[in-house]
């Protein structure tokens, strides 16, 4: 039986059956996990998730070391908004608003750069370093009212970091970052202790591409370690054929290596697996060459030294694929990405990735972390172009959700305790919480008025 | 070697390339070649020292064209369709058996459900002449896109 009916939910009028009011099915009595596919393709829910996931989550905004010096800065574009990072006359990371307070225009239009303030092309107006308003052309036409201090330019309501990772909320009754992080700090612990400073770095050099496909999907990916097999045997094909050893998958797995899937609270998780794939810090593999293995060698006693057997071995021994919700992706594999992803369509986001690695790493090291980032990952690598291509066949696919409405993510449901890398009571983690952030009170008036 | 001379090789090489006949193209590369394309904000990279998109040296320029033979490479299975345009060839340097050399491209890619995309910008080659044939021991594709964007990847030989 179809009927029309209204959906509390949405908001709007939606044409479908009873029980498709529900996007994601979560039913562990029934060992029940759907999501529904209408989620991926309707404009009306992605204005949704704009106001109730990325106006109210915490959201990656770059990394300190893109900013070094006093006056540092770069633009990007997050949540829609065009935002500067910079670093402000005291040395403090703030994030602006690229919005001229008087009628609109953005104030920075260089990808990055050291600016002494930043001014507005179209009526003059200017402001420094820590944006304030120090510049207004004919300034004696406005009203005695006219304030200068009040018209800096602004800042989202909550700015913070977390080991230089610097993340923005627009919602100013957002919890604090930490209380937010959960679970994940951890994880960016384990990524961060890799370097004897104590500080990674962005290196040189963006990839900036866009997918025809849902957000969520590659959130999905980048942490389903099921599909890297049947997704990626031609990567694997080339490791084997270049020396290294990638091993039979144990019994009842389906990787070469065991991992777990974990979630860590605020729908973010990970998956966390015993390496096979080498690591820069610190596994040497064939394809590093033979003249690296010292190199390599090196830093493994560092860290070893540094950290104690225990740690040093889940930091140079393990990887880890980590969410941290809604769309921020460290992966610390092949090399460690940081990926993160902006929705422009219910079928079309916009990436950005970058490499990380230690503050002070020797040339070499830094070179085997870039080739071996490239053997895998980003728009040329052999991997993931063969992820897009998969989500992009996905999205295809998803057009015919009113004939096949549900997606299945039921692996690993029926299990107690430990959930493998390619079970998905990650994906799971995201999903309960995407629909939990969507399922938030709220009138159409205060949606609109946010 | 003379800017006709450059010329043909560069129009040979892209009708391979266009053909997919990528053996015959693999063939055309020295012992020692390397294959870029910077990242479109870092065109003027280091490859130990800045992320490219692309940064192979005659190891995985091999296993890039196995992987591209291989129907497994789902992102170019089935193949683009491509369609290279080369002009201004320009010599901008050289010495003994090498040569630079230079040219604007335009690639046209072709997939289904009209997906046609432009990849625009410039070669830089190194080109040397080993045992009396002209050999690529470096081939540069730097695009003027500012960002990949809705090129997506670089999926096939660009």
């Given at each position: 039986?179809?009927?029309?009916?209204?959906?509390?939910?949405?908001?709007?009028?939606?044409?479908?059956?009873?029980?498709?009011?529900?996007?994601?099915i979560n039913?562990?009595?029934?060992?029940?996990?759907?999501?529904?596919?209408?989620a991926?393709?309707?404009?009306?829910?992605?204005?949704q998730?704009?106001?109730r996931?990325?106006d109210?989550?915490?959201?990656?905004?770059?990394?300190?070391?893109?900013?070094?010096?006093p006056?540092?800065?770069v633009?990007?574009?997050?949540?829609?908004?065009?935002?500067?990072l910079?670093r402000?006359?005291?040395?403090?990371?703030?994030?602006?608003?690229?919005?001229c307070?008087?009628?609109?225009?953005?104030?920075c239009?260089?990808?990055?750069?050291?600016?002494?303030?930043?001014?507005?092309?179209?009526?003059?107006?200017?402001?420094?370093?820590?944006?304030?308003?120090?510049?207004?052309?004919?300034?004696s036409?406005?009203?005695a009212?006219?304030?200068?201090?009040?018209?800096?330019?602004?800042?989202?309501?909550?700015?913070?970091?977390y080991?230089?990772?610097?993340?923005?909320?627009?919602?100013?009754?957002?919890?604090?970052?930490?209380?937010?992080?959960?679970g994940?700090?951890e994880?960016?612990?384990?990524?961060?202790?890799?370097?004897?400073?104590?500080?990674?770095?962005i290196?040189?050099?963006?990839?900036?591409?866009?997918?025809?496909?849902?957000?969520?999907?590659?959130?999905?990916?980048?942490?389903?370690?099921?599909?890297?097999?049947?997704?990626?045997?031609?990567?694997l094909n080339?490791?084997?054929?270049?020396?290294?050893?990638?091993?039979?998958?144990?019994?009842?797995?389906v990787?070469?290596?065991?991992?777990?899937?974990k979630?860590?609270?605020?729908?973010?998780?990970?998956?966390?697996?015993?390496?096979f794939r080498?690591?820069?810090?610190?596994?040497?593999?064939?394809?590093?060459?033979?003249?690296?293995?010292?190199?390599?060698?090196?830093?493994?006693s560092?860290?070893?030294a540094?950290?104690?057997?225990?740690?040093?071995?889940?930091v140079?021994d393990?990887?880890?694929?980590?969410?941290i919700f809604?769309?921020?992706?460290?992966?610390?594999?092949?090399?460690?990405?940081?990926?993160?992803?902006?929705?422009?369509?219910?079928?079309?986001?916009?990436?950005?990735?970058?490499?990380?690695?230690?503050?002070?790493?020797?040339?070499?090291?830094?070179?085997?972390?870039?080739?071996?980032?490239?053997?895998?990952?980003?728009?040329?690598?052999?991997?993931?172009?063969?992820?897009?291509?998969?989500?992009?066949?996905?999205?295809?696919?998803?057009?015919?959700?009113?004939e096949?409405?549900?997606?299945?993510?039921t692996?690993?449901i029926?299990?107690?305790?430990?959930?493998?890398?390619?079970?998905?009571l990650h994906?799971?983690?995201?999903w309960?919480?995407?629909?939990?952030?969507?399922?938030?009170?709220?009138t159409?008036?205060?949606e609109?008025?946010? | 070697?003379?800017?006709?001379?450059?010329?043909?090789?560069?129009y040979?090489?892209a009708?391979?390339?266009?053909?997919?006949?990528?053996?015959?193209?693999?063939?055309?590369?020295?012992?020692?070649?390397?294959?870029?394309?910077?990242?479109?904000d870092?065109?003027?990279?280091?490859?130990?020292a800045?992320?490219?998109?692309?940064?192979d040296?005659?190891?995985?320029?091999?296993?890039?064209?196995?992987?591209?033979?291989?129907?497994?490479?789902?992102?170019?299975?089935?193949?683009?369709?491509?369609?290279?345009?080369?002009?201004?060839?320009?010599?901008?340097?050289?010495?003994?058996?090498?040569?630079?050399?230079?040219?604007?491209?335009v690639?046209?890619?072709?997939?289904?459900?009209?997906?046609?995309?432009?990849?625009?910008?410039?070669?830089?080659?190194?080109?040397?002449?080993?045992?009396?044939?002209?050999?690529i021991?470096?081939?540069?594709?730097?695009?003027?896109?500012?960002?990949?964007?809705s090129?997506?990847?670089?999926?096939?030989?660009?």
């Amino acid at each position: 039986m179809r009927e029309i009916v209204v959906c509390p939910r949405f908001l709007f009028s939606y044409h479908t059956s009873m029980s498709d009011l529900q996007l994601v099915i979560n039913d562990p009595a029934k060992l029940d996990f759907r999501v529904h596919r209408a989620a991926m393709v309707d404009p009306r829910i992605l204005e949704q998730e704009m106001r109730r996931i990325f106006d109210r989550c915490w959201i990656y905004a770059g990394h300190a070391s893109e900013v070094r010096e006093p006056g540092d800065f770069v633009t990007r574009t997050l949540c829609g908004r065009p935002i500067i990072l910079c670093r402000d006359s005291g040395g403090e990371i703030r994030v602006f608003l690229n919005v001229c307070r008087h009628r609109g225009a953005v104030v920075c239009r260089e990808r990055k750069g050291n600016a002494k303030g930043y001014y507005c092309f179209y009526h003059g107006w200017s402001y420094d370093r820590d944006g304030c308003l120090d510049g207004v052309p004919g300034q004696s036409s406005y009203p005695a009212s006219f304030d200068r201090k009040q018209l800096g330019l602004a800042s989202p309501p909550h700015v913070d970091s977390y080991r230089g990772f610097v993340f923005v909320s627009f919602d100013p009754d957002a919890q604090p970052l930490r209380d937010y992080l959960a679970g994940a700090k951890e994880y960016l612990d384990l990524v961060v202790d890799q370097s004897p400073t104590g500080e990674m770095e962005i290196i040189r050099g963006t990839q900036e591409y866009a997918i025809r496909a849902n957000w969520k999907l590659l959130v999905e990916n980048s942490f389903d370690d099921y599909h890297l097999m049947s997704t990626h045997s031609t990567w694997l094909n080339y490791m084997k054929k270049s020396g290294v050893e990638i091993p039979k998958p144990p019994k009842g797995h389906v990787m070469p290596s065991h991992g777990v899937g974990k979630a860590l609270g605020n729908g973010h998780a990970v998956i966390d697996n015993e390496n096979f794939r080498g690591r820069p810090v610190a596994k040497w593999i064939a394809i590093y060459g033979e003249d690296a293995k010292p190199e390599i060698e090196r830093i493994r006693s560092e860290v070893f030294a540094r950290l104690g057997e225990e740690r040093a071995r889940r930091v140079c021994d393990t990887n880890r694929n980590l969410v941290i919700f809604p769309n921020l992706v460290v992966n610390d594999g092949s090399s460690v990405t940081i990926r993160t992803f902006h929705p422009t369509a219910p079928d079309r986001m916009e990436v950005t990735a970058w490499a990380l690695g230690p503050k002070g790493e020797s040339p070499k090291a830094r070179a085997v972390r870039l080739d071996s980032f490239l053997t895998f990952y980003g728009p040329g690598g052999f991997a993931t172009p063969d992820d897009v291509e998969a989500l992009e066949s996905v999205q295809q696919g998803m057009q015919a959700w009113r004939e096949i409405p549900w997606s299945v993510m039921t692996r690993g449901i029926d299990k107690e305790g430990e959930q493998l890398n390619t079970d998905e009571l990650h994906l799971r983690e995201f999903w309960v919480h995407w629909d939990r952030y969507m399922a938030a009170p709220g009138t159409l008036a205060q949606e609109q008025a946010r | 070697m003379t800017r006709a001379e450059a010329e043909d090789f560069l129009y040979h090489e892209a009708a391979l390339l266009d053909a997919w006949k990528l053996d015959e193209w693999l063939a055309l590369l020295t012992e020692d070649a390397r294959y870029l394309v910077p990242s479109n904000d870092a065109p003027e990279g280091e490859p130990g020292a800045t992320l490219y998109t692309i940064a192979d040296d005659i190891h995985r320029i091999r296993g890039r064209v196995t992987r591209l033979k291989d129907p497994q490479a789902h992102a170019e299975f089935p193949h683009s369709r491509t369609r290279r345009m080369i002009t201004n060839v320009r010599i901008v340097g050289g010495d003994g058996g090498e040569s630079i050399v230079e040219a604007n491209f335009v690639v046209h890619r072709f997939r289904r459900n009209e997906q046609v995309s432009q990849f625009v910008g410039r070669y830089r080659y190194t080109l040397r002449m080993v045992e009396g044939k002209t050999r690529i021991a470096r081939r540069e594709a730097i695009l003027d896109a500012q960002e990949l964007g809705s090129l997506g990847a670089v999926s096939f030989i660009l």
